[in-house]
Each structure stands twice: as structure tokens, then as C-alpha cells.
């Protein structure tokens, strides 16, 4: 167990969820602020005009970023090639994605945002190449484990997004517009910050090469990962587009704080995946070490997504109130009905880490596929019956069917027991010891820095 360096993990790991955490307060104080000021009409106009960006985003990376970390985290490509190839697709995906989605809106745009001014979904297209370029950025950092430099240049956003929002929205009163501005100055900032953050470790020279084979490496491995995470956002964010279509945007302007709130709980396991992917990729080699540290990372996540969750249904009606206003008080219910499935999808998630870190991206794609298919049929079969409720409930169906889909592949291709990423056992143990090392001499070096 030492072996496997738990306590650089648990240091990556911890100083990450602190950085996280700072995050989510901002994020938090910026939902907050928008629900408030914009009301559950324009907060719903808001989470769709942002979706738009988020989607071609996501829709054109194309696996870069997963395939980044992957080649940087395993060594298998200098970092110099690797932030050469990543900027020539980013200037290539970025005006592809433009051209392209222009021609979409122009005619399909009323059908698939009715009730969103077109305008509005204009000026949200031009975010689109500010959001691509720091995750390609982000992942190179991930990928060389420099996460220091890759919690600032997360944190640059929120901070800018709140300020902003606070200005535009709140002082100058431009409503959603102002929202949506403050959003592409949060995404420019993190996009500047991980550029300086990279440019230190890589200089940005003016140089011209030939589309070296990386490329296609990056492409080869990335498709497989990418179309994954296509249908992993669509799976998160496709009853977004449902409800605006069966009910309206102020529906969507309490669904999200609902989603919002839940999705607080995913805090830490989003950011041991983010620890986890490139050390996995280094244990390549050594499959015993991988099989003991998934799964233990595994049971941990569960086991403090489930203390948040119950503390969560304890406080969630006072809590739904006091931040977001009485007009908000629908959100309470739906939390309730998604909450299950966002504490399946927790631990899981690391599982999906794990088989990517396997060179074997295409098989989440497959589960995608099925649990996009699932969610889709459920909320068109519940939303008319319950309203965002039916979305809820829709949503945990599918995201209990990914844990479960994940937790048997998982066990297939590791060896390990289904079970072992659920229930604690002698590994767990040493975990605690590394952690509680880690704090012990974190407040001794505090202390004598004091002194």
C-alpha cells in the first residue's frame, strides 16, 4: 500500500477539494444571485443560453482534453509537442464549431430553444472558443499533475463571473444579457490564467511544424472518450432542454437550483477523478496497485456523498428558502427525487476514471449510449405526469442504471469483486493513517511558520 504513494494522492487530493470548495461557495453565491435578481423566468433563460456554449464545447473537444491527460500523465509524449498539436485544434474546432452552429440556429434555432430571444442564443455562441481553450489547458496541467496551477486557473472563473455578475446585473440592470457577459468574462479569465500557467512550464514561440502523428494519436484515443462525454452532458443537461418544451423557462429556473444544490455532492468526486486519471495512468504497469486504489477511492466518495445527502434532506427546505426565495420552493421536492441517483453516479464516476486510465474509453461510450437512451424515454414518459419532478425522478433512473452499468464492467475488467467499490475493508484503514499524517504535518509546518 505504501507503494502506492496514498499520501502524494491524498495531498493532490485534499488541496484540490480545498480549492474546489472556495470554488463551489462562489458558484453557490453567483447561483444565488441570479436566481434572485433574474427570477425563475430569466434564471431559466440563463441556464439555457449558457447550455448552448457548454454543449458545442463539449461537442467539439473531440477527447482532446481526456486524451492530454492520458498521454501526459503516462509520459508518453513531451509536453512541448503535446501544447503544439493542442493549439492548432483548438483554432481549427473552434471556427468549425462557429460555422457550424450559426447554420444550426438559423434554421432550427426556434425549434430547439423556443422561448429564448435568437439574439440571446447568438451572442451565447461567441463563448463557445473561450470555454474550449481552457479545457484544453486545464487538461494539459491535470495531465502533468501541476495542480496548483490548475485550481487557480479553475477559481479565476467564478471569482470574475461573480464580480461581474454583480455589476451588470445587480448595479447596470441588464438582466440575462448582463448574466451571460459575466459568464464570458469568468470563461476568459480561467482562460488566461491557464494559458500564463502553461506558457511558464512551455513557452508559446511563434514556430511553424508539420501536423505531427500526435495528432492522430490524440484523435485515435480521444474519439473514444469523447463521444462518451457528449452523451454524458446530454444525459446531465437533456431535461433542460425537455421541460422548456413541454412547460417553459421558468420551470428550468427552479429545476436548476434543484440540480445545482444536488450536484454540490458530486464536489468530491469530481475532484478525485481529476487527481486519480493521470496517477492511474502511470500504474499502467502495475495492475495490483490500480486494483487496490480504485476501489478504495471508490468507497470513500460513497461514503461522504451519502453523510452530504442525508444532511442535505435534513436542511434542504430551510436552506431552498433562505438563499433562493419562496418562489423557489418547488426545487425542494425535485431534490428529493434526484438525490438517489446523484449519490449512485458519485462513487462510480471513479470507476469510469479507472477504465479510461485502462486505454479503454469506448466502453463508457456504450454505457453513454444506453443511459442517454433511458433518460430520454423516462422524461418523456414522467415530465407530462409530474412536471420537473418526472425530470428528477428521470434523471436518478438513468444515473442508477450508469452506476450500475459502470460497478459490473468495472469488476470484469479489474478482477476485483463487485462489491469491493462499495464496502470498507482492511485497505481503508491505511487510508486514514495517510490522511491523518498528511493533516498532522500540514498544521506542524503552519505552526512552526508562525513561530
Do not use: C
Request: glycine fraction near 6%; charged fraction near 10%; hydrophobic fraction near 55%.
Amino acid at each position: 500500500m505504501k507503494n502506492l504513494k496514498l499520501r502524494t494522492l491524498f495531498r493532490n487530493t485534499s488541496s484540490t477539494f480545498l480549492w474546489q470548495i472556495l470554488s463551489l461557495v462562489l458558484f453557490v453565491g453567483l447561483s444565488i444571485l441570479l436566481a434572485r435578481k433574474l427570477g425563475p423566468n430569466g434564471n431559466g433563460q440563463y441556464a439555457l443560453v449558457i447550455l448552448w456554449p457548454s454543449l458545442l464545447a463539449t461537442l467539439f473537444n473531440f477527447g482532446i482534453s481526456p486524451a492530454l491527460v492520458y498521454f501526459l500523465g503516462s509520459s508518453a509524449v513531451s509536453v512541448r509537442k503535446a501544447r503544439r498539436t493542442m493549439m492548432k485544434f483548438w483554432a481549427i474546432l473552434s471556427l468549425t464549431g462557429l460555422l457550424l452552429s450559426v447554420i444550426v440556429m438559423l434554421f432550427w434555432g426556434r425549434v430547439i430553444f423556443p422561448n429564448i430571444p435568437a439574439f440571446l442564443l447568438f451572442a451565447g455562441l461567441l463563448v463557445y472558443p473561450i470555454m474550449l481553450l481552457p479545457d484544453f489547458l486545464l487538461s494539459m496541467l491535470q495531465g502533468m499533475q501541476d495542480f496548483r496551477s490548475y485550481n487557480m486557473a479553475q477559481l479565476a472563473a467564478p471569482i470574475t463571473t461573480l464580480l461581474f455578475a454583480a455589476i451588470l446585473i445587480v448595479v447596470l440592470r441588464w438582466g440575462v444579457y448582463g448574466g451571460l457577459l459575466a459568464y464570458a468574462l469568468g470563461q476568459l479569465a480561467s482562460a488566461l490564467v491557464s494559458w500564463k500557467a502553461v506558457a511558464r512550464l512551455v513557452p508559446f514561440e511563434v514556430q511553424e511544424t508539420e501536423f505531427n502523428d500526435f495528432g492522430r494519436r490524440l484523435i485515435n484515443f480521444g474519439w473514444k472518450a469523447h463521444l462518451g462525454n457528449v452523451l454524458s452532458l446530454l444525459n446531465y443537461r437533456i431535461d433542460n432542454f425537455l421541460l422548456n418544451l413541454f412547460l417553459n423557462p421558468a420551470a428550468i429556473g427552479i429545476y436548476v437550483v434543484a440540480v445545482q444544490i444536488a450536484e454540490g455532492l458530486w464536489l468530491l468526486s469530481s475532484v478525485v477523478s481529476t487527481v486519480l486519471l493521470p496517477r492511474l495512468s502511470q500504474l499502467t504497469s502495475e495492475e495490483e496497485k490500480r486494483r487496490v486504489l480504485t476501489p478504495l477511492v471508490s468507497r470513500w466518495v460513497l461514503a461522504v456523498s451519502l453523510m452530504g445527502a442525508l444532511v442535505l434532506m435534513i436542511l434542504i427546505k430551510p436552506l431552498v428558502i433562505f438563499l433562493f426565495g419562496k418562489s423557489y420552493i418547488s426545487a425542494t421536492l425535485a431534490l428529493l427525487w434526484i438525490l438517489p441517483g446523484i449519490i449512485g453516479l458519485a462513487f462510480s464516476r471513479v470507476l469510469a476514471q479507472d477504465i479510461i486510465a485502462r486505454g479503454r474509453p469506448e466502453i463508457n461510450l456504450y454505457i453513454s449510449i444506453a443511459v442517454v437512451l433511458a433518460n430520454v424515454v423516462a422524461n418523456l414518459a414522467l415530465i407530462p405526469h409530474m412536471g420537473i419532478n418526472g425530470s428528477a425522478l428521470a434523471s436518478t433512473i438513468s444515473y442508477l442504471l450508469q452506476s450500475v452499468l459502470l460497478t459490473v464492467i468495472y469488476s470484469r475488467l479489474s478482477g476485483n469483486a463487485w462489491y469491493r467499490p462499495l464496502l470498507f475493508g482492511h485497505d481503508d484503514i491505511e487510508l486514514v493513517k495517510a490522511g491523518y499524517s498528511t493533516l498532522r504535518a500540514s498544521i506542524t509546518k503552519i505552526s512552526s511558520s508562525r513561530k
